[in-house]
T-cell receptor, first 112, second 112 residues
Framework: GNSVTQMEGPVTLSEEAFLTINCTYT??????LFWYVQYPGEGLQLLLK?????DKGSNKGFEATYRKETTSFHLEKGSVQVSDSAVYFC???????????FGTGTSLTVIP | DTGVSQDPRHKITKRGQNVTFRCDPI?????LYWYRQTLGQGPEFLTY????????KSRLLSDRFSAERPKGSFSTLEIQRTEQGDSAMYLC??????????FGSGTQLSVL
């Protein structure tokens, strides 16, 4: 079946620290992979995506590389800001369907 | 473009009552999804429409749940004979078909 596993939070970092949020997946076929972000009081919004192996998605200083060999899509940012405080969700859509599968979310708090 | 709109934002109901939620997607988006999210979990797929056709339903969608999308525009999700276990955030998302989901802010249901 299709599923996403991401590291549990909450994660608390100081401003300008390096961020990694781990995500691994199980999927049939060749899925597309996503990171969605939910800021306090707002709906989920797409942060970045990658549609095939070795693709790197990037946005707002965040990056994630689609690693087929390790079935991973880890989210990284070199220097976090207070405004990055949010819940981050890893997700996939299998190429055999249109259903999106989400991880449980990782809460990030960045302190000044 | 005002984004995906959901109504109401909050609903409190007594066990056994029926509730209906509405979702207005972004106007040119032909795909519409309903998800359910409980505290500390990621969104769980409920159902999906391509225009007015309901193409996929999750096993989570018991016979007490019904969704419609007349004319391929807005959608409604009805829960009959609500149970306390139905308490959750119900999320609607739409997409033009390029795998980027646009989420609404959700309807928070509390069943007493």
């Amino acid at each position: 079946g299709n599923s996403v596993t991401q590291m549990e939070g909450p994660v608390t970092l100081s401003e300008e620290a390096f961020l990694t949020i781990n995500c691994t997946y199980t999927a049939t076929g060749y899925p597309s992979l996503f990171w969605y972000v939910q800021y306090p009081g707002e709906g989920l919004q797409l942060l970045l995506k990658a549609t095939k192996a070795d693709d790197k998605g990037s946005n707002k200083g965040f990056e994630a590389t689609y690693r087929k060999e390790t079935t991973s899509f880890h989210l990284e940012k070199g220097s976090v800001q207070v405004s990055d405080s949010a819940v981050y969700f890893c997700a996939l859509v299998a190429n055999t369907g249109n259903q999106f599968y989400f991880g449980t979310g990782t809460s990030l708090t960045v302190i000044p | 473009d005002t984004g995906v709109s959901q109504d109401p934002r909050h609903k409190i109901t007594k066990r056994g009552q029926n509730v209906t939620f509405r979702c207005d997607p972004i106007s040119e988006h032909n795909r519409l999804y309903w998800y359910r999210q409980t505290l500390g979990q990621g969104p769980e797929f409920l159902t999906y429409f391509q225009n007015e056709a309901q193409l996929e339903k999750s096993r989570l969608l018991s016979d007490r749940f019904s969704a419609e999308r007349p004319k391929g525009s807005f959608s409604t999700l009805e829960i009959q004979r609500t149970e306390q276990g139905d308490s959750a955030m119900y999320l609607c998302a739409s997409t033009p078909g390029d795998e980027k989901l646009f989420f609404g802010s959700g309807t928070q249901l509390s069943v007493l």
